[in-house]
T-cell receptor, first 112, second 116 residues
Framework: AQSVAQPEDQVNVAEGNPLTVKCTYS??????LFWYVQYPNRGLQFLLK??????LVKGSYGFEAEFNKSQTSFHLKKPSALVSDSALYFC??????????FGPGTSLSVIP | ETGVTQTPRHLVMGMTNKKSLKCEQH?????MYWYKQSAKKPLELMFV???????ENNSVPSRFSPECPNSSHLFLHLHTLQPEDSALYLC???????????????FGEGSWLTVV
């Protein structure tokens, strides 16, 4: 079955430290990969995507993600976390069958 | 400003009421979506429209009725809902749907629905 996993429900990181939010997927073919962020009482905002090319993708607000085909992962990273980065983060995969599958979300808390 | 506008932002309705959620996108996109987001559950795709034609209905109960009069507008008509239908309903759009399309889906701010 095709799926997207975000193995951590909650990630806590101190302000100024690097952060990583993990995403792994299980789909056939070559997927398109996305990250979204959701702030409280808001909709999902697009951060970045991987379609093809360089495995390191840079996106909004200083975020980047690394596509690793052998590990079927697309982890979201930021070198220095801000308190304002505290939010819910969703990984999504678009399959070759034109289905978009969202992960369950990871709640990120950046501690001052 | 996301380019996808949803109204109302909050709606409280009784189980016998009829109400509608409205979505308008200003991005020139051709595909529009309704998603349901409930606490502790994954994001659920409800309906997809591509060039005004419904292309997906993911086993959504008939008490939810979508309408897409043109590529810029999408409605979700609500009738005789249940308390378990209380959730955040998200509208989204993308340039189009297609197997080889890596188009990004852009979301509205959502409509919080409470059924009492």
């Amino acid at each position: 079955a095709q799926s997207v996993a975000q193995p951590e429900d909650q990630v806590n990181v101190a302000e100024g430290n690097p952060l990583t939010v993990k995403c792994t997927y299980s789909v056939s073919g070559n997927p398109y990969l996305f990250w979204y962020v959701q702030y409280p009482n808001r909709g999902l905002q697009f951060l970045l995507k991987y379609i093809t090319g360089d495995n390191l993708v840079k996106g909004s607000y200083g975020f980047e993600a690394e596509f690793n085909k052998s590990q079927t992962s697309f982890h979201l990273k930021k070198p220095s976390a801000l308190v304002s980065d505290s939010a819910l983060y969703f990984c999504a995969v678009k399959t070759s069958y034109d289905k978009v599958i969202f992960g369950p979300g990871t709640s990120l808390s950046v501690i001052p | 400003e996301t380019g996808v506008t949803q109204t109302p932002r909050h709606l409280v309705m009784g189980m016998t009421n009829k109400k509608s959620l409205k979505c308008e996108q200003h991005l020139g996109h051709n595909a529009m979506y309704w998603y349901k987001q409930s606490a502790k559950k994954p994001l659920e795709l409800m309906f997809v429209y591509n060039f005004k034609e419904q292309t997906e209905n993911n086993s959504v109960p008939s008490r939810f009725s979508p309408e897409c009069p043109n590529s810029s507008h999408l409605f979700l008509h609500l009738h005789t809902l249940q308390p378990e239908d209380s959730a955040l309903y998200l509208c989204a759009s993308s340039p189009e749907r297609g197997p080889s399309s890596g188009n990004t889906i852009y979301f509205g701010e959502g409509s919080w629905l409470t059924v009492v």
